[in-house]
């Protein structure tokens, strides 16, 4: 009954004359001691549900932590792709720009080349009439060297 009255205290509610004392007063003593009781209970609840809301926190702080840190890392990751990518695309300009080199080198020497076989040419056509006394070489006629016509060009015809 005793536990009962700190939970719910229910004597002495009604005024009793003939003790001579008003129960109220009583009632608030009995509240009072009630509530030291309860304080230890009270301090125990207060501190387990404060306990409980900080490892809320700290959970809540920690999913934080790992969402920033993984984000921070995609950034880095994408950082350093972008770096890679940047490096990668530095050297193909670099091997682009000295294949083109190699390539104007290499049509330089096939413009040269062309060149000198149309001096050897030149010089064959030359040579050739410096022997035979003649003026006029044949493909300035319409031959060609191996016998053939140009485009356009018949043969004599004798009438």
């Given at each position: 009954?005793?536990?009962?009255?700190?939970?719910?205290?229910?004597?002495?509610?009604?005024?009793?004359?003939?003790?001579?004392?008003?129960?109220?007063e009583n009632n608030m003593l009995e509240r009072q001691t009630?509530?030291?009781?309860?304080?230890?209970?009270?301090?125990?609840?207060?501190?387990?549900?404060?306990?409980?809301?900080?490892?809320?926190?700290?959970?809540?702080?920690?999913?934080?932590?790992?969402?920033?840190?993984?984000?921070?890392?995609?950034?880095?990751?994408?950082?350093?792709?972008?770096?890679?990518?940047?490096?990668?695309?530095?050297?193909?300009?670099?091997?682009?720009?000295?294949?083109?080199?190699?390539?104007?080198?290499?049509?330089?020497?096939?413009?040269?080349?062309?060149?000198?076989?149309?001096?050897?040419?030149?010089?064959?056509?030359?040579?050739?009439?410096?022997?035979?006394?003649?003026?006029?070489?044949?493909?300035?006629?319409?031959?060609?060297?191996?016998g053939k016509r140009k485009k356009g060009h018949q043969k004599?015809?004798?009438?």
């Amino acid at each position: 009954m005793q536990s009962q009255s700190l939970l719910y205290p229910q004597s002495n509610n009604v005024v009793q004359e003939t003790a001579g004392w008003f129960p109220v007063e009583n009632n608030m003593l009995e509240r009072q001691t009630e509530a030291e009781a309860l304080q230890p209970l009270w301090e125990e609840t207060h501190f387990i549900i404060m306990k409980e809301a900080l490892e809320m926190e700290r959970q809540s702080l920690t999913s934080e932590r790992e969402t920033f840190q993984r984000e921070c890392a995609e950034e880095r990751n994408a950082f350093q792709l972008e770096k890679e990518r940047e490096r990668f695309n530095k050297e193909l300009r670099e091997q682009l720009m000295a294949f083109q080199a190699e390539n104007s080198a290499m049509s330089d020497d096939r413009k040269s080349f062309k060149i000198d076989k149309a001096e050897m040419a030149m010089m064959r056509k030359a040579y050739i009439r410096e022997k035979t006394g003649i003026q006029r070489s044949r493909v300035a006629i319409g031959e060609r060297e191996h016998g053939k016509r140009k485009k356009g060009h018949q043969k004599r015809r004798h009438v």
